[in-house]
DNA sequence: GATGAATGAGGATTCATTCAT
DNA sequence: TATGAATGAATCCTCATTCAT
C-alpha cells in the first residue's frame, strides 16, 4: 500500500515518523478488514500497530481520516494493479480480459482491500463515488480506444463501462472473496466473461 | 415495504399491536436509508414512528434484529419486483431486459432499499450473501431454460450469472441511485446492457 | 435552589425524573463549588448524586450545559436574596445598608454560589455579564427612586451603581468568603460601607 | 509585560535563552487572555511562539508555572500601572482619584491582564488572594496617611479600603473591559466614583 | 401493550509531560 | 538548547438495552 493524495497535515517530519505512519496505516487495514469501520477501535489499531493509543493522533486527526486515507490508498492500489496486469499493445477484449484477471487475483490477494473500499460506500461516500467513477471513465476510454482501433464496436460509452465494472467486481465477489473449494480458477472466470463481451450469451 | 417471512419471536397479537410494528419497520427503513446502520439510533426509530423507546423491545430483541427484518423484508421486495417486470412467454434475452429494466425502475423508486441491502454486508453478512445467492440462482436457472429452449448458448452458468446480475447491479447504482439530469432514461440503459447480450461487444 | 429559566429540552416528565434532575443540580453545585469547573467531572456528579453516569444525559446536553443551567439558578437566587433582606419602605440608604447585609449573610452561607457565578467569566461568559448587568440595573433603579424620593442626590447613575456592586461583591469576597476570625461581623461591615456612601470618606 | 520576580528555577543561561523566555511568556499572555487558562494548550503557546514544543519545558517546570510567572508579572504591572499614575503630592481624594483613572486607562490597554488575573482565582488561588490582599493594604495606608494629613476622615481602615477596591474593580470591568460606544470617558468615571468617595451619595 | 427513566460498558479524543536525537 | 515524536491517563459523551410503573 502506498500513501495516498488525501494527506492531513500532519506529515511526520522524521524517518521515525514515517515508519510509525507506515504501522498504523498497515494496523489499520488489518483491524478494518478484520471487523469493519465501527467494530474496529482506534485502541486496537494502535496495539496492533505497537505504538501508544495517543501516538495515532500525532498521524490522523480521527478514525475517519484514516479510514478516508486508507481508501484513497486501496483506491489506488486497486487501479494500479489492473494496470499492471495489462498489456497495452493487445487487442481490446484482451485487455479487458487482463483487466479482469488482474483484478481477481488482487482481490483473493488483498481481500481487506476489497471490504474496505465497499464500506467506503457508508464511511466516506465521496470517495467511493470517485473511485468507481473514475474506474469507469478509465473503461469508457479503454472502450473508445478499441472502437478505435477496430477492435470494437464503435458505438461504446459510459453505460457499457459501468456494465462491464458490475461484472467484475461482482465476479470478484464471488470467485476472489467468496472463493470456494469447487470454484473455477481465475483464468476461467475471466475466459468466460470475455467470452460475454466477445459474442454475447446468445445463440451461435 | 411489506413484512417478509423472517419474523421476530415477538409477534404482535393485537390489531394496534400489528399497527406499532408496521410503524416500527417503516420508521426503521427510514433511519437506516438515511444515516445507515450505526447512525440510526433507536431512539430516532422510535421518534419517527412516533411510539415510545421502550416499546421497540416489544416487537424487536435487538437493533440488529429489526435490520435483518428489514434486508429480508427488501429482499424479497426486489426479487419480487423483478419477478412482476418479466413475461415469462419472453424469449430469454427479452427476459433479462425486462428484469433489468424492473430492477432499475425499483431502485430508483426504493433508494434506501439499495443502501439497505448493501450495509448488510457488514451487518448482516449472511443475509447478504443470501440475497445475491438466491439471485444468482435464479439468474442461472433462466440461462439454462434459455439454453433449453435455444434461445442462448447451451453452455451458460453461475459465472454468467453473477456477471449478469453484476452488470444489473452496478447500472441500478450508476443510472438509478446516482442518477443525473443528463443520464439517458432507464429504457435505454436496459437496451445497451442488453445489447451486450445479445451481440458483445466485439466488431459487427 | 430553584431552577432557572434557560431550560433545556430535556425537561422530566415524572415526579421520579424531577428528583433525579434536582439531585443532579444540587451535586452539581457542590461539586463544582468544591473543585471548579474544569476539576469537576461528570462522573464525579452522578456518584455524589447516585445515579449512573448514562442519566446525567438524561437531563443534560452536557457538562457545559448543567454549569449554565447552575449559574442561572444562582444568579436567581443572589437576586433574590437581596431582595428579601430589604424593606421597600426603607429610606435608600437604608436599604442598600439592608441589601448588602443580605448579600453578605447569603454568600456567607453559600460559599459555592460566589465562586460558580466567578468561574462563569470564563465558562459562560453572557450569563455572567448579564448577571451583573441586571443587578447593575435594578441598583440603578434603586438609585433612581432614592433620587425622587429625595433620599438621594438626583445625578446618580449607572456608574455609581457600579460602584456600589463593585463594593459589595468585594466585601463579600473579603468578609464573607475570605472571613477570618478577627474580621467585624457582617453589620460592622455593611455599617462601615453605607457610612461611605453616607458621607463619603473625607473629613466630617 | 516584564518577566517579574517570581522565576521558575529554570533561568536562561544565553541571550539566546532569553528570548525564548520572552516570547514564551509573551505567546501565553496571548493565548491565556484570549482562551482562559483551560482551553490554552502548551503547544498553541509554543506555535504562537514560534518555538518547538518541547521547548517549553526548557523554561517551565508545567502549565501552572507559567501561569503563575504571567500572574506575578501582571500582579506587579497593575500595581505599578497605579503607583505611577499618583502624584504622591495630592490630596487623599486626588490621590485616589488619580489611583482609579490610572487603572481604568491599564486595563483599556491591556484586556488580557484582567483576565488572566481574574482567572488566578481558580488557577492560582494563592497568588489571587495575595494580590488583592497587597492592593487592599496599600489603599489602607493610603487612607491612613489621608487620615494623618486631615484630608480623610481618621477612622478609615481595611473595610473601607476592600470597598474602594471593589468599585475600582468593577468600574474597570464594565468602563474598560466591556466598554461600549456610548460609554463616558475614563475622567468622567474616575471623577464619578471620587465624588462618591468625597461626599457620598446622599443628598446634598 | 405502552411509557420513559435508568443503566453502564464502551470508545473517541485531548493534552500535559517525557525523552531520544 | 532545540526539536518533535511518543506516551497514556483522564474524561466526555453515546446509545443499546433493561426495568418499574
Redesign the pocket.
Known sequence: MTQGDTRSD?????E??R???RKLLDAAAGEFGDHGF???????I?ARA????????????????IFRALVSDMSDAVKQAARAAIDPAASALEIERQALLGFLNFAAEHKEVYRIIDEAEFVDPANYRAHYETIGKRITERLATGGDKGDLRPDLGEVEAWAIMGMNVFLGLRYAIWACENDGAAEDVASRANSILKRGIGRV
Chains 1, 2, 3, 4 share one sequence.
Open positions: 500532519k506529515q511526520p517530519r522524521t521515525r515518523g515508519r510509525t505512519l465501527h467494530d474496529a477501535s482506534i485502541s486496537a494502535t505497537g505504538v501508544a493509543l495517543g501516538s495515532f493522533y500525532t498521524y490522523f486527526d480521527s478514525k475517519d481520516a
